[in-house]
C-alpha cells in the first residue's frame, strides 16, 4: 500500500521476474486524460523495461472510469495474460464521485473473482486535481508504474498456478 513519503516509481528491477513472454492488455479512461495519460506512460514504458515487446501491449481507450468494467471485460477475451485498468475520479460537489468509486472497484473486484485473467486496479481517486497529478507522474511518483509491475507479478502468478 502506498504512504505518503512512497515514490511510486521505484522498485526493485531484480526482484522482478522476466515479462518477456507475457502479453498485456491497459484499458485507458479518456475522462481526466492529463491524469490517465501519465499513468499510461509509467505502465507502458515499465512493460517496456521489464523485458515485454511493444506488440505484446495492447491499449484500449474508453470513455471515462466507469467503462473500464467493461472494457477490461472484453479485453479479458484477447490474447492477453493481464489486464490493466487506468482511471482517475477526482472528487467534486457532488455523490457523483462515491457512486463512480464504488462501482468501478467492485466491478474490477468481480472481473478478477469471476475471471481467468487478472485486472490490475490502476485508478486514482483523489480529493484533488493536484493529489491526482502527484500520483501520475508528480512529487509522489507513478501509479502506472507500481500497476505494471504488479501486472508482471501476476502474469507469473497466473501462469504458475
Known sequence: MATINQN???????????????????????WNSTITDGLLTGAYNTLLENEVSSDSIN????????????GCKKM?????????????VIQGETKHFDFVCEAVSQGIKDLNVQ???????????????QQAVDRSGG??????VEAAVAAIKMAVLRKNS
Open 8 to 30: 511510486l516509481s521505484e522498485y526493485d528491477k531484480t526482484a522482478i521476474p522476466s515479462a518477456k513472454n507475457f502479453r498485456f492488455g491497459i484499458v485507458v479512461s479518456e
Open 59 to 70: 491499449i484500449w481507450h474508453v470513455p471515462g472510469s466507469y467503462e473500464l468494467i467493461y
Open 76 to 88: 479479458q477475451q484477447q490474447d492477453v495474460d493481464v489486464v490493466i485498468a487506468i482511471g482517475s
Open 115 to 129: 475471471g481467468e485473467t487478472p485486472v490490475i486496479f490502476c485508478v486514482l481517486t483523489d480529493n484533488t486535481m
Open 139 to 144: 512529487k509522489h511518483g507513478n501509479k502506472g
